[in-house]
């Protein structure tokens, strides 16, 4: 026994889909162009396993979504928690004096850049002082090397420019005597 309905795909009492009269003449491959289709369980029985797996998925979607707030709501913590660090630690730092000067402090990063001349890379570096503020400039070819310079402590003569949007950073050029102190603590 089976319960005879409707084809699902074309919903067409002649079984032709007409926006494919190019494919086989348009004829429903799913009823082979009756317009029938021949279910073995009642419409009540699909009708509740349609609504048994909808409500599944419903679940399964409020749990996700539960869990992606409490992630969302860890990072938030982490960040507010970072951003608080990061605002103390500026905060603490001394102003710049612009001029040529010995600066001493930790590697922070790196990072390739294109040079004036063509096809030339040019390493940056950001150096974090002892007193807290940051520099940004060329780094010196003395402290090139196999080894990674980022968290490396080091120590050279540079002429150092205040940002003009904020008194803790700055720019240095001509960096020279540059020598590794070792790795930061």
């Not at 029985?45 to 419903?58: C, F, I, W």
């Not at 612009?98 to 600066?103: L, N, R, S, T, V």
């Not at 590697?107 to 520099?135: D, L, R």
């Not at 060329?138 to 940002?163: D, R, W, Y």
């Amino acid at each position: 026994m089976g319960y005879i309905e409707a084809c699902p795909k074309c919903q067409d009492p002649n079984g032709h889909i007409y926006y494919y009269a190019h494919v086989a003449n348009g004829v429903c491959f799913k009823c082979g162009g009756s317009g029938l289709w021949k279910y073995k369980t009642s419409p009540e029985v699909r009708a509740a396993a349609r609504a048994k797996s909808e409500a599944k998925r419903e679940a399964k979607q409020a749990k996700r979504m539960a869990e992606a707030a409490v992630k969302e709501a860890a990072r938030l913590e982490r960040q507010a928690k970072w951003e608080a660090e990061k605002a103390a630690k500026h905060a603490a730092a001394a102003a710049i004096e612009p001029g040529k000067q010995e600066i001493i402090g930790t590697v922070v990063g790196t990072k390739q850049v294109e040079g004036y001349a063509y096809n030339t890379w040019v390493t940056k570096m950001i150096v974090e002082s002892e007193m807290g503020w940051k520099v940004y400039g060329t780094m010196p070819a003395s402290l090139h090397g196999e080894e990674t310079i980022k968290g490396c402590k080091v120590s050279f003569n540079a002429t150092v420019q205040v940002s003009n949007d904020d008194e803790k950073f700055g720019f240095f050029k001509r960096p020279t005597k540059a020598i590794r102190l070792g790795v930061a603590a």
